[in-house]
C-alpha cells in the first residue's frame, strides 16, 4: 500500500469524507501528517502553501511527513518540502454549479454574498457584489481554480486554459470526481493499493437538504460563465475520470466494486448507527461527534449504537468522527502535550 500522500481538499466537493478516511488509514499505519503549525485546521489558507506553515518541519532538519491532507492553496514546490519523493498527489471535484450553490450557503458572511438574498441575485449582477481586491473573493468565484493555486480572475482564453489543465496534469497523479464517489473511492484504492476497508465511509460534513436550493437554467447558465475556469477544470477531469477508469479497473469491474464497497458501508451501517443514518445537529447525543455548524448551512452527523464491543465502537466511532474534533485528536497523538 502507497503511504505517501498529497491529498488537495477543494473546498466543498466531499473532502470532509476523503480527510476522514486518510486520518483512519494513517493512525491504522502510525503515519505521520503535516499538521498546520500550533494545531489549526488550515494551513493558512487561503495564502499559497509554504513549508513553514507545518509543524515540525524546519530547513536545517527537512523532516518528511507522509500524509498532507488539510485546506491549503496548492503551490507544488513548498510541498515538496515536506513530503517524500515518492508522494502520490490526488484530489477530488465537484460540478461548480453545486459547488458555488453550496459556497453560498456556507460563506453567506463573505464580502461578496453578504448583500444579496439569493445566489440568482448575485449572478444577476456579479461586480456589484464582487471586488477582485477583497481578501475572501475567491468563496465566489472560481474556487476550485484557487484551490489549485491559480487567480480565480484570470484569463479565460482557450490557451491560457489548457496550460492551467496541463499544470494540474503535471502535478497530480489523478483527480476523484465527488458526484461518482463511490466510483471514485474504488479508483483511489486501486491507486493506492488499498483494501476495501480503508475506503468505506459515512458522508460528513453534509449539510441538511432544506437549506439546498434549485437554481433556474438561467442561472445554472450565468453560473458556469461566471466560473468559466471551474467548469474548464471540471470538463476536462469529468472526461479524464472515466478514461482512467477504463484503462485502470474497466467497467465490469467497477460494477462488482462498487457493489462490494456499497454492501460494506450498508454492513457496517446497520452495526454502527442507531437509526437509518445522519441526523440533525440538535439529535446528536454525543457532543464529541458534533460537527460544526457553519455559515446557513445545517451540518448533519450520526448517533453511534449502545453497547457496541470495544473494537468495533474504536471503528464505528472513527467513521462519524467529524474533522476538526479526528485532527485535534491526531495533533495530540503526534505532537503529545509536554506533561505538566
Known sequence: PKTDIVFLKVHKSASSTVMNILFRFGETHNLTFAFPRGGGFQLYYPHHFLARFVQGFSPQSPRRFNILCHHMRFLQPEVQKVVPSSAVYFSILRNPVQLMESSFVYYKGTSAFSRVRSLEEFLSQPYRYYSPA??????????????????????????????????IEASFDFVLISEYFDESMVLLKEMLCWDLDSVVSFPLNTRDSSTRSTLS????????????????????????????????????????????????????????????????????????????????????????????????????????????????????????????
Not at 484570470?154 to 499544470?167: N, W
Open 134 to 167: 477583497s481578501g475572501d473573493r475567491h468563496y465566489a468565484r472560481n474556487l476550485i481554480t484557487f484551490d489549485f493555486g491559480f487567480n480565480p480572475d484570470g484569463d479565460v482564453s482557450p490557451g491560457r486554459v489548457q496550460l492551467m489543465l496541463k499544470a
Open 217 to 340: 437554467a438561467s442561472a445554472v447558465e450565468k453560473l458556469k460563465a461566471w466560473n468559466k475556469l471551474d467548469w474548464e477544470i471540471y470538463r476536462h477531469f469529468n472526461r479524464t475520470f472515466w478514461e482512467r477508469i477504463e484503462r485502470a479497473i474497466g467497467r465490469e469491474r467497477m460494477r462488482r466494486e462498487v457493489a462490494a464497497l456499497r454492501a460494506r458501508q450498508a454492513e457496517l451501517a446497520r452495526s454502527c448507527l442507531q437509526g437509518t443514518g445522519s441526523v440533525a445537529p440538535k439529535d446528536i447525543k454525543d457532543a464529541s461527534l458534533r460537527p460544526l455548524q457553519y455559515g446557513g448551512a445545517r451540518i448533519l452527523g450520526y448517533n453511534l449504537k449502545q453497547g457496541l464491543d470495544q473494537e468495533l465502537e474504536r471503528t464505528c466511532r472513527r467513521l462519524v468522527t467529524p474533522e476538526l474534533q479526528y485532527s485535534s485528536l491526531l495533533y495530540k497523538k503526534q505532537f503529545p502535550p509536554p506533561p505538566p
